[in-house]
């Protein structure tokens, strides 16, 4: 009986320690880019580069016609 009970104590520890990292992971992801993942791969869109080409192209169109 002791027996049992201490295996069920430990899958329930392994379960709750999986759930609170995945938790942590979550909120508190190491990449800023918003990746879902945290690998980091998200974050080489640099958005803000992609703006200023769109208002360059917007200039240019506005010239030309």
Known sequence: MLVQQLIILALFLGAAFYIGRRLWQSFF????GGCPKGCGACSAIDVDAMQRTIEKAQRQAQHAG
Do not use: H, I, T
Request: glycine residues 0%; without cysteine; aromatic residues 0%.
């Open 29 to 32: 992801a190491k990449s800023d």
